[in-house]
């Protein structure tokens, strides 16, 4: 690491209507440094990496690159003095192709001037290749699942040579292994003298690669401290001013009769015509009880619960759904609505939130007709349920008339699942619900799915976090490529058995109880 510092922040002040962003944050980082920059949601560190990246010009402070200092007018002018961005809510173009995305205003020509497709192919593969992304470069963004888009967005960053990167919650959609290689390709970057600007939640990524973690709380830096010289414990209580003293809730819970059985559901393979994707598929789930669903990205993890809840993204070829016990024909959402069933969506911004609307209305959208009289919706029954979810879920809002998108991630968790709730649905389907997400919203988040299951509602929880799921849940389901290759309860579970049972490409029951072996 450099004694001199690459990157000076000096008293950077961002305000927005009513909020003081950032008030005076100095940041300091060096050449071939891993810098983590950790806080609560609406901490302020996403909007300090929005100003360093050219997205929020109007501030107060001033930036140093090398001594010499620069002005950022827009994210073109970060690229031009060697910034690159990554952000946690992708910035990827749907309708265009990965290659495309990858190097969108900056694609390569040949010498008569003329798109160099077979250059641009080339160079997406091996971008690609260094993350261990095995996806077709002309396929078009909107057919991958989000973690594989998460990757091509590491691609387009890593195409650009910069000198600073900021990572913004890049692993939130990877798995373990996916994670694990991303570590890899950021440690060789600060080995070839770049500066690593990294946000995350997770502790254990934190101190697996930082060099100097950085705290802030409410817009303000609370302290920089560098990691052999701290605990994550530690940086926790600088967090959020608190010590958290129970990060999972003790459950001891009482489950009844079968609510969801699924019998050998089996769903169309998105890309591949004739093909199935989900096969097959067997399990059941209790009153009252928290299951998990475990598996690599392209497992069907998230498949599974969007077949679950009609999603035309998968299309259902064979097997029932029976909910207590009774048939039911689903076919899409609305039929999984009425049946007692409610889905919250891994992208939260972009299948679970109406970001234009306001968390009263994101509220009580899935229940308007319950609302209606006489085809009319009260407009104080609506404010009146508004609140009263509000209160129950402690959802931190300034009001039932605030834009859903200024709450923080945890909040506005909170608010889809106030919608579900207000369905009074049998069964609820979480998939990775603490993504994105900080460290004391996940603990109130732990402790209201503990409670739900403590009220008898089964719930079905896929999450790319095996710590989550070991603690969470009574029983953990793994698939692989489609297939449940094995049942786990909680006394058999490990990290090491489960990664075993979702790499294994064959249905198996490994370290199965008799009762589960059969309740299968």
């Known amino acids: 690491m450099s004694s001199s510092p690459l990157l000076e922040m000096r008293l950077i002040r961002k305000a927005f209507p009513g909020v003081l962003a950032l008030d005076d944050v100095n940041l300091v980082a060096h050449a071939g440094e891993i810098h983590a920059l950790v806080g609560e949601n609406g901490a302020g560190k996403s909007t300090l990496m929005k100003v360093l990246s050219g997205a929020y010009p109007d501030h107060g402070g001033e930036i140093l690159i090398q001594g010499e200092k620069i002005s950022i007018p827009n994210p073109r002018a970060a690229e031009q003095a060697g910034i690159a961005t990554i ?30 497709r077979r250059r ?3 160079d997406a593969k091996a971008l690609l290749g260094q993350l261990n992304c095995v996806v077709n470069p002309w396929r078009r963004l909107c057919e991958l699942r989000l973690g594989e888009q998460q990757l091509v967005e590491v691609a387009k960053a890593l195409s650009l040579d910069a000198r600073i990167l900021i990572m913004d919650e890049p692993t939130s959609a990877l798995s373990d292994q996916e994670a694990h290689r991303l570590f890899q390709v950021i440690r060789a970057m600060k080995a070839e003298g770049m500066t690593v600007l990294y946000i995350s939640h997770k502790m254990d ?49 009482q489950c009844k009769e079968t609510v969801l059985r699924v019998e050998d559901l089996s769903t169309a393979h998105p890309t591949r015509v ?29 498949e599974l619960l969007e077949a679950l809840f009609g999603s035309p993204r998968t299309p259902l070829l064979g097997g029932q759904i029976l909910v207590d016990e009774q048939v039911r024909a689903i076919r899409k959402p609305m039929d999984a609505i009425k049946s007692g069933l409610a889905l919250v969506t891994e992208d939260r911004k972009g299948t679970g939130l109406f970001l234009q609307m306001t968390v009263g209305q994101n ?90 299951a403590g009220q008898g509602i089964g719930i079905l929880m896929a999450s790319s976090e095996l710590p989550e799921l070991l603690a969470l849940c009574d029983r953990i389901l793994v698939l692989c490529e489609g297939r449940l290759t094995g049942q786990l309860t909680r006394d058999e579970a490990t990290e090491e058995r489960i990664m075993a049972l979702a790499t294994i490409r064959h249905s198996a029951h490994v370290g199965l109880s008799s009762v589960e072996t059969a309740g299968n």
Not at 225 to 250: A, L, Y
Not at 431 to 437: F, K, L, N
């Open 87 to 116: 952000y946690q809510e992708l910035n990827l173009v749907p309708d265009l192709s990965v290659a495309e995305n990858i190097f969108l205003g900056r694609e390569p020509v040949t010498r008569w001037r003329t798109l160099d």
């Open 120 to 122: 641009m192919e080339r």
């Open 205 to 253: 990524e934190v101190f697996a690669l930082a060099d100097r973690i950085t705290v802030l709380r409410d817009g303000r830096v609370v302290g920089t401290k560098r990691r052999e010289d701290t605990v994550p414990e530690q940086i926790i209580t600088m967090m959020v001013g608190r010590q958290i003293e129970e990060m999972f809730p003790v459950q001891s819970r």
């Open 274 to 302: 004739g093909e199935r994707f989900l096969d097959r598929v067997s399990f059941q789930l209790r009153q009252g009880e928290v299951v998990g669903i475990a598996g690599l990205m392209g497992s069907g993890r998230s």
């Open 363 to 452: 509220i009580t959208i899935a229940s308007l007709t319950k609302l209606a009289r006489l085809g009319w919706i009260p407009g104080q029954a609506e404010i009146r349920v508004g609140k009263t979810y509000v209160e129950k879920l402690s959802i931190r809002t300034p009001g039932l008339h605030t834009s859903v998108e200024n709450l923080s991630g945890g909040n506005q968790q909170k608010t889809i699942i106030a919608r579900w709730l207000l369905t009074e649905p049998r069964v609820l389907l979480l998939d990775d619900p603490t993504r994105g997400i900080d460290v004391g919203a996940k603990a109130e988040l732990y402790r209201l799915m503990d409670a739900l």
